[in-house]
């Protein structure tokens, strides 16, 4: 009895910050062209994201972007902003530079006011949308150097898109509460490898599939709409748990029903750094964050399948702490479930 009470307290103290946040501390995106006497840029941020930067106004727009090229400081000319349906503000900049060519040092000069965690991806762009650079900044790596003059000649390879955009998936899953709630929820009652293996390719495959037609605009619901639909999935897989004595008869078709709805989630990381809504690429960047989020969840499912199975061994575990542990879970769902539908109504 000991063991399974020190499993439900570990448990709850895992999950109990999920409780708090289930979403990723943020994502924006910056996108320059460089032009033959300016350069023009768009940043891109939530409302919600603006609200702990101190500067408003004309004071914000100069804060936003620190552009340098060689030894010169470039200057805001000129500045507008407008507001999406989806709260999303958008930076127009406007920065006069002198011709030729240099190391353009491109950072910004409010990710450290910025929750915690927050990225940005900057690309930037020729007049004819060719891509001449591209990372995702944090506070620890906050810069883009771009020689352009060798830019403009030699285009970069792909490969750090990749690398950049993979990580970014494996970082959405691990911090995904909501997400990862849902995969433990299913994981902790799967009898056999198996079992475990249909049921996390029905997600990866419906969620592959309603991530590729949002990214490329063909399907596009509200997150005002999916994210309250993802949170509701959690709490069904627990009641389901709690009522189901172990006959998932349809296990399956509702995972892959559920991952259709999760993968709409997923798009919208994709979207709120500008891909699939500009001009930058969207191939690439869709299948190394799809590769991402599925290398994170199968570092989930080795981590968490081989525990269970040990702790089933135990004959009060299927008893007692997998209820225990649907219900806690089941219950993070309603609370992120009202929550959601809350921030909707207000």
């Known amino acids: 009895m000991k063991q399974l009470l020190f499993i439900l307290l570990a448990a709850l103290l895992v999950l109990s910050p999920s409780i708090a946040s289930a979403h990723d501390p943020g994502l924006s995106s910056t996108n320059l062209t460089v032009n033959a006497d300016s350069i023009d840029a768009i940043v891109t941020l939530n409302q919600r994201d603006l609200e702990s930067i101190e500067a408003k106004g004309e004071a914000l727009a100069i804060k936003l972007l620190q552009l340098r090229l060689g030894d010169v400081s470039l200057h805001l000319a000129s500045s507008r902003v407008t507001i999406d349906p989806k709260n999303n503000a958008s930076f127009q900049l ?3 530079r002198r011709t030729g060519y240099g190391a353009l ?4 000069g409010v990710i450290d006011e910025l929750p915690f965690g927050h990225r940005q991806l900057i690309t930037v762009c020729t007049t004819d949308r060719r891509t001449l650079g591209e990372r995702l900044i944090s506070t620890r790596e906050n810069e883009l150097t771009i020689e352009i003059g060798s830019a403009l000649r030699s ?5 750090g898109r990749f690398a ?12 995904g509460y909501d997400h990862l709630l849902f995969l433990a929820g299913i994981l902790i009652v799967c009898s056999s490898f198996g079992t475990a293996a249909r049921v996390i390719t029905c997600f ?3 969620h592959s599939i309603t991530l590729a037609l949002a990214t490329f605009n063909v399907l596009a619901i509200s ?5 309250p639909m993802i949170a509701a999935s959690i709490v069904y897989v627990g009641v389901e748990n709690l009522y189901s004595r172990g006959r998932l008869r349809w296990r399956e078709v509702l995972t892959f029903t559920f991952g259709l709805v999760h993968g709409l989630g997923f798009a919208s990381v994709l979207r709120e750094i500008g ?15 799809n590769f991402g989020v599925e290398a994170g969840q199968l570092l989930v499912a080795a981590s968490v399948l081989p525990i269970a199975w040990k702790l089933k061994s135990l004959e009060r575990f299927p008893r007692i702490a997998v209820p225990a542990l649907s219900s806690v879970i089941a219950c993070a769902g309603a609370y992120w479930f009202f929550e959601r539908i809350a921030s909707v109504v207000i």
């Open 105 to 108: 040092r491109v950072s910004s």
């Open 94 to 96: 406007h920065f006069a």
């Open 204 to 206: 990866t495959g419906a």
């Open 155 to 159: 285009p970069p390879t792909s490969q």
């Open 223 to 227: 997150s005002r709409i999916v994210e």
């Open 275 to 289: 891909i699939g809504t500009s001009n930058v690429g969207v191939a690439l960047p869709l299948f190394s964050f």
């Open 164 to 175: 950049e955009f993979f990580l970014l998936g494996v970082r959405h899953i691990l911090t």
